[in-house]
């Protein structure tokens, strides 16, 4: 069992649609990553949430940490936001071993 | 944007034979890991360093070992590579301060044992 959680595992979306990711946890923990792989390629950090919620651009990452769940939407969705999204959590803070789900695969159709 | 690199950034070796990744930073983080990512797992982390000559291990460390020797790099050894450590493996560095919080990804290591 993992005590790392994502939904939906695949989502295929029309290019302009609004995404919503989810990433349930099971233990406390210290932060929350959203991370994003593109295929065959590195890992790049998109947030890191102890509370609340953050906004970069089109990504907007939120966390509520009672509930142990986090969600990644994206506004106006676009074929380059094809990838997988990863939530992973961190439950020491300042030596972040992490903990990390399966991951999302999101393909956006022009 | 540099940071942090991976090498080699492919190797295909024999079962049996010794294989070393390396891991290189140049942000002087105090934290580096390595991490190894298999369909169906996600990544899963092997072992970590917490400073020079501090490691420890992590969820998958058994058949590895590490060694950090200065700041800078992070080697992960595998004494006797078998099938089942073929991996993409990805070494990341992170450091927590008042002031900055970072966590950073290498580009990654695809190793195959044949």
């Known amino acids: 069992k993992n005590e790392v959680e994502q939904s939906p595992q695949n989502l295929t979306a029309q290019e302009g649609e609004f995404i919503t990711i989810n990433c349930s946890y099971s233990v406390g923990i210290s932060a929350l990553h959203w991370l994003q792989q593109h295929p065959g390629g590195g890992i790049v950090s998109l947030f890191m949430?102890?509370?609340g919620k953050k906004k970069h651009g089109r990504l907007i990452a939120t966390i509520n940490i009672q509930e142990k769940h986090s969600s990644l939407h994206i506004t106006a969705s676009h074929p380059r936001d094809s990838a997988v999204y990863i939530c992973a959590v961190g439950v020491d803070f300042g030596n972040e071993k992490l903990t990390f789900g399966t991951g999302t695969r999101l393909t956006i159709i022009p | 944007d540099a940071g942090i690199t991976q090498s080699p950034r492919h190797k295909v070796t024999e079962t049996g034979t010794p294989v070393t990744l390396r891991c290189h930073q140049t942000?002087?983080?105090?934290?580096m890991y390595w991490y190894r990512q298999d369909p169906g797992h996600g990544l899963r982390l092997i072992h970590y360093s917490y400073g020079v000559k501090d490691t420890d291990k992590g969820e998958v460390s058994d058949g590895y070992s590490v060694s950090r020797s200065k700041t800078e790099d992070f080697l992960l050894t595998l004494e006797s590579a078998t099938s089942s450590q073929t991996s993409v493996y990805f070494c990341?560095?992170?450091?927590?301060?008042?002031?900055?919080?970072?966590?950073?990804f290498g580009s990654g290591t695809r190793l195959t044992v044949v």
């Open positions: 990341a560095i992170s450091e927590s301060t008042r002031r900055h919080y970072g966590y950073t």
């Open positions: 949430l102890s509370s």
């Open positions: 942000e002087n983080h105090r934290y």
